[in-house]
């Protein structure tokens, strides 16, 4: 089967989008075609490559096995395309190009702030997007090209031998409350005692929660009820202020929360901390570019000197 000389990016961009609306409509609608036109070029490229891509019943569209494996490669494509437009636009006009970068949101703001404006100095018109999101999440836009590089926790051996992770920092948990809470003064805690309040907390997909929640029922038996959980940061010390809730974050992003503002206080709390390495991740299947070695080796450098 010669792919080269049989798809198009119209094919790919057809099958790209049908995995993901999983309805000929919606694809027609962001493809500004007609259904019918949809489903005849569908026809054409299961005709043109003899098989079946997508299963079609009165109540279910999605797409086979074949489907799904063409579907993933066809986004690779795709965002590999749309990045090699962006940073040939971007060379012409004397621009080094830009990088989109998956983040998880205990990563150190330090360390992020301190690599990319070192990165910027050596690429003064580099420009970097961060996305947010959940560890396994940012692994898939990685895998599917739409991240060139991932700042997680994650152990990524589980997603395939495609996937490199070099190491930057160890990570530990730390508690915090607002600095008027009753166990704001206390010297030494423990996770019983830590049982005996509210929580605001981040979704249980982040290690944090995990973390939160084996050191609650280990040490009290039981896990009291969330309050409050919500994955933005700028709630949970804003639900911390009251005076009422305990929350729990990475120690670097406590430390910088605790320095950056005086109603913010780390607990003494004794126990389970387990630490888990803080890496940078890339496909290991693409090259790096000369802005992702530079953006990489920086933050190699910002993490060995923050």
């Known amino acids: 089967m010669h792919f080269k000389q049989r798809l198009t990016m119209k094919h790919l961009r057809l099958i790209s989008v049908l995995a993901q609306e999983l309805s000929i409509a919606r694809c027609a609608t962001i493809l500004y075609t007609s259904q019918s036109a949809v ?65 998880i949101g205990a990563f150190s703001p330090r360390i992020l702030a301190k690599a990319t404006n070192q990165a910027q100095a050596i690429a003064p018109k580099l420009v970097v997007h961060f996305h947010s999101n959940f560890a396994d999440a940012l692994i898939v836009d990685l895998m599917r090209g739409r991240c060139d590089l991932v700042l997680t926790h994650l152990d990524v051996r589980q997603f395939g031998e495609d996937l490199i992770a070099e190491s930057l920092y160890e990570e530990h948990i730390s508690v915090l409350s607002a600095a008027n809470h009753p166990l704001a ?75 950056s503002t005086r109603d913010i206080k ?41």
């Not at 490559?49 to 079609?56: H, S, T, W």
């Not at 279910?60 to 066809?74: K, Y």
Request: glycine fraction near 4%.
């Open 266 to 306: 780390i607990l003494p709390v004794s126990g389970d901390n387990i630490s888990s390495t803080v890496c940078v991740a890339r496909l290991a299947s693409r090259k790096l570019s000369e802005l992702e070695t530079v953006f990489i080796d920086n933050l190699k450098a910002a993490a060995k000197s923050t």
């Open 39 to 103: 489903s005849r070029a569908l026809a054409e490229i299961e005709t043109l490559l003899g098989a079946k891509l997508f299963e079609r019943t009165t109540r279910q569209f999605r797409p086979t096995p074949l489907g799904q494996n063409l579907a993933r490669h066809a986004e690779q494509v795709l965002s590999q395309l749309d990045k090699a437009e962006a940073e040939f636009n971007a060379i012409a006009s004397g621009d080094l190009g830009s990088l989109n970068v998956g983040i």
């Open 185 to 259: 003064r206390r010297k030494r805690l423990s996770w019983k005692e830590l049982s005996n309040y509210p929580w605001v907390v981040t979704p249980v997909q982040t290690s944090t929660r995990r973390t939160v929640e084996r050191n609650l029922r280990i040490s009290a038996g039981q896990l009291n009820p969330v309050v409050v959980e919500t994955m933005e940061l700028h709630y949970v010390i804003e639900f911390l202020k009251s005076g009422k809730y305990l929350t729990a974050m990475s120690s670097r992003l406590a430390k910088w929360f605790e320095q």
